[in-house]
């Protein structure tokens, strides 16, 4: 089951790197009192250290950190870039879609990935949230 909210959901963020694009989303998991600070810092410096394994499928990342690391509760936010962003992938990079998880505990964030999974293996409610989405109302219709 994913929780999503108006409040978690951005469109069309413009973002100068993998960096900023990772800190926009999960500064609306701070936003809505999901994560810290301290959680946001954390996906970064994971991104930084491990490099682009947060790159799950074509135009797609799922930035994350240990609940430990300032994760409040669960929940994930979704954020589609104006223009798109390299990360570093070999095949999978430039980046469009930045869906940040946060978990509070290693099941739930399995469950949060295979329920973003689930939604984004379908190609067109991933069209429409990658191409033609006009509103947060509107992604939240198909997730």
């Known amino acids: 089951m994913l929780t999503l909210t108006e409040g978690l959901i951005e469109l069309d963020?413009?973002?100068?790197?993998?960096?900023?694009a990772i800190?926009?989303?999960g500064q609306l998991l701070v936003t809505e009192g999901l994560a810290d600070q301290g959680y946001v810092d954390a996906m970064v410096k994971g991104f930084k250290e491990v490099g682009p394994y947060i790159v799950v499928?074509?135009?797609?990342?799922?930035?994350?950190?240990?609940?430990?690391?300032?994760?409040?509760?669960?929940?994930?936010?979704?954020i589609?870039?104006?223009?798109?962003?390299?990360?570093?992938?070999?095949?999978?990079d430039p980046i469009t879609l930045v869906c940040a998880l946060c978990g509070t505990d290693s099941?739930?964030?399995?469950?949060?990935l295979q329920a973003l999974a689930d939604i984004l293996r379908d190609e067109e409610k991933l069209n429409v949230?990658?191409?033609?989405?006009?509103?947060?109302e509107e992604i939240l219709s198909i997730i």
Do not use: Y
Request: glycine fraction near 4%.
């Open 13 to 20: 963020v413009k973002a100068k790197d993998a960096e900023d």
């Open 23 to 25: 800190r926009k989303a």
């Open 57 to 78: 499928a074509p135009n797609i990342a799922f930035p994350h950190a240990r609940p430990e690391l300032g994760a409040k509760e669960k929940g994930v936010s979704l």
């Open 80 to 92: 589609r870039l104006s223009q798109p962003v390299v990360f570093g992938h070999p095949t999978n």
């Open 107 to 112: 099941t739930s964030h399995i469950q949060m």
């Open 129 to 136: 949230i990658m191409n033609t989405a006009t509103s947060k």
